[in-house]
């Protein structure tokens, strides 16, 4: 009976819905019984230092047991299977603990004597995970890599007829025929795959594919081994490089020694001889000519298109206004026609919020204005309408529409920067309120700056119910407490 003792180091990727935490690094380690050459029962253990979304510790330890089967080694290593369960236990900012059943791929490659690299990979199921807010099921996925050592047993002697004992064989399973080394492994001289003693053209180049005997092949006949040759279907004629690929010299598709046109510009396309077509007959190949239908007679650019030098899209024959500034709208004669989509009373070439509701007040470059001046003091703008879920940082869908509103004032107005202030009522503990509302602050400053708005223009400051604008002790009051507000930050630019 032989005795398996691993160490791992472990990753593992968290259910980001139903376990909530981070992706981590740790390290662990198995205790393996083989009943035979096919199959082992392992001990698992590892322990991982991770932390939840809202950055507390968590750390996790899992104790397992693993049903495992294996293959005979091979060159490809000892590959396995493995079905377990473990019993999961977090502690740190929470204090529960998890069932789980796994399943593990593996492979073991020798290093040597009774030593071997372990890698796998592995699927968990946690059909009630504890950290979810509904008990939902977990598919957690994780991977391990390690050494392990071999102790006791092992198959009998001299199994391969090698003639060397397997106490001291590293490669058991050695062909008839092939030449070993006092290891009992087969050596390959030129590396072709096939063992000594077995190959039949023992000086293959290296890389080359060869037969069951051991001699290289050329299944496109161009000189260039398989295996060496990158390009085994070359065509018959094709000249080709020493990898055994065709040269283009004009990159064109049609192989040197094909190629009836061996100078064709890049870009244009050919025929079957290599020669450059030009359907429409403006003087630019097909494959280069972005108007492959010009009609006869047009005077073309260099990529075959009739010219329109404004870039207003009407071509230059056909533009009564060649010289119109770019970004216009223009009619069918080419000349600029002024509008306001949004009717807000900026013209659309210089409104940057072109999309304004009716009755907005907007500023001359057509965006709501966000902060009114009342006796020289620049009022704060409460965001009505921006909430939260219940206890929680994360925004509401409805939310969203008057962020976009604010988000694209502040990409119109670049110089702008803005504290971003969370404040909430008097419910709960005064360290509670004051984390929620940073953290609802940081929620609106992550939206806005997913829209595009720099983030070294906003700071993101919490309140707590330190800065109440209502009566507390109403519903209504409690209510208008708990808010956003916008203030525009002084000694910045405006």
Same mark, same amino acid.
């Given at each position: ?6 160490l791992?180091?472990? !990753? ?8 909530g935490l ?10 393996g019984l !083989?009943?035979s050459?096919?199959?082992s029962?392992?001990?698992f253990?590892d322990y991982?230092a991770?932390?939840?979304?809202? +950055? ?5 330890s899992?104790?397992g ?7 005979r080694?091979?060159?490809l ?7 377990g369960?473990?019993?999961i236990?977090y502690?740190?900012?929470?204090d529960?603990?998890?069932n789980?059943g796994?399943?593990i ?7 040597? /004597?009774?030593?071997?690299?372990r890698?796998?990979?592995r ?11 509904t008990n939902?099921?977990?598919v957690n996925? /994780?991977?391990?890599a ?23 064989d590293q490669?058991?399973d050695?062909p008839?025929?092939?030449t070993?080394d006092a290891?009992?492994? *087969?050596m ?7 063992f000594d ?11 080359a594919?060869?037969? @069951?005997k ?7 006949g161009d000189?260039?081994f398989d ?11 094709a000249?080709v490089d020493?990898h ?7 990159e +064109? ?6 190629d009836?046109c061996p100078?064709t510009?890049?870009g244009a396309t050919?025929?079957a001889?290599g020669c450059?077509l $030009?359907?429409?007959?403006? /003087?630019? #190949? ?8 010009t009609?006869?007679g ?5 990529t075959?298109?009739p010219?329109?030098?404004?870039g207003?899209?009407?071509i $230059?024959?056909?533009d009564?206004?060649p010289d119109? *500034?770019?970004g216009? @709208?223009?009619d069918e004669?080419?000349? *600029?026609?002024?509008? $306001?989509?949004?009717?807000? /009373?900026?013209p659309d070439?210089?409104?940057?919020c072109p999309n304004?509701?009716?009755?907005q ?9 966000l #902060?009114?001046?009342?006796q020289?003091v ?9 909430n ?11 939310s !969203?529409?008057?962020?976009d509103?604010v ?17 909430? $009522? ?5 360290s ?5 509302s ?6 609106v400053?992550?939206y806005?700056?997913r829209k595009g ?5 906003m700071v993101?400051v919490?309140y707590?119910?330190d800065?109440p ?9 409690r ?6 507000e ?5 000694g910045?630019?405006?």
């Amino acid at each position: 009976m032989q005795v398996e003792l691993g160490l791992l180091g472990t !990753y593992t990727s968290y259910n980001s819905t139903h376990i909530g935490l981070e992706s981590s690094f740790g390290a662990g380690g198995v205790l393996g019984l !083989y009943f035979s050459r096919t199959f082992s029962l392992e001990a698992f253990a590892d322990y991982t230092a991770t932390s939840d979304t809202l +950055d507390f510790d968590v750390n996790v330890s899992r104790l397992g047991a693993t049903f495992v089967a294996h293959t005979r080694p091979t060159v490809l290593g000892s590959l396995y299977i493995g079905l377990g369960y473990n019993r999961i236990f977090y502690s740190g900012s929470v204090d529960v603990q998890d069932n789980a059943g796994y399943l593990i791929l593996g492979d073991r490659f020798s290093l040597g /004597g009774r030593v071997a690299l372990r890698i796998e990979g592995r699927v968990s199921y946690i059909p009630n995970a504890a950290l979810s807010p509904t008990n939902g099921g977990a598919v957690n996925l /994780g991977a391990a890599a390690g050494i392990s050592i071999f102790a006791f047993g092992g198959p009998p002697r001299d199994a391969d007829k090698d003639g060397v004992p397997n106490t001291t064989d590293q490669c058991p399973d050695t062909p008839r025929g092939a030449t070993v080394d006092a290891v009992g492994c *087969p050596m390959d001289s030129d590396g072709d795959g096939v063992f000594d003693g077995i190959d039949e053209c023992p000086n293959t180049p290296a890389g080359a594919f060869v037969n @069951e005997k051991g001699c290289p092949t050329d299944t496109d006949g161009d000189g260039v081994f398989d295996g060496i040759d990158v390009c085994p279907n070359t065509p018959a004629g094709a000249v080709v490089d020493e990898h055994g690929c065709p040269l283009d010299s004009d990159e +064109d598709g049609v192989f040197d020694g094909l190629d009836q046109c061996p100078d064709t510009p890049l870009g244009a396309t050919v025929d079957a001889q290599g020669c450059p077509l $030009d359907s429409d007959g403006d /003087g630019v #190949f097909d494959g280069i000519d972005q108007c492959p239908d010009t009609p006869a007679g047009t005077t073309v650019d260099a990529t075959g298109c009739p010219a329109d030098s404004d870039g207003d899209g009407v071509i $230059d024959d056909l533009d009564q206004c060649p010289d119109t *500034p770019a970004g216009f @709208e223009v009619d069918e004669r080419g000349c *600029p026609i002024e509008r $306001d989509s949004d009717g807000d /009373g900026v013209p659309d070439s210089l409104d940057r919020c072109p999309n304004t509701a009716p009755g907005q007040a907007v500023d001359e470059v057509g965006c709501p204005i966000l #902060f009114v001046v009342e006796q020289g003091v620049v009022q704060a703008l409460v965001l009505r309408g921006v909430n939260f879920q219940v206890n929680r940082s994360a925004l509401t869908a409805a939310s !969203y529409s008057i962020l976009d509103v604010v988000a694209s004032s502040l990409l119109a107005h670049p110089e702008v920067r803005v504290e971003i202030a969370g404040h909430t $009522d008097i419910t709960g503990s005064h360290s509670y309120n004051m984390r929620l509302s940073q953290q609802r602050a940081q929620a609106v400053k992550a939206y806005m700056a997913r829209k595009g708005v720099e983030p070294s223009r906003m700071v993101a400051v919490g309140y707590g119910p330190d800065q109440p604008i209502a009566d507390n002790s109403t519903a209504s009051g409690r209510s208008d407490n708990r808010r956003v507000e916008l203030r525009l930050l002084e000694g910045g630019p405006r």
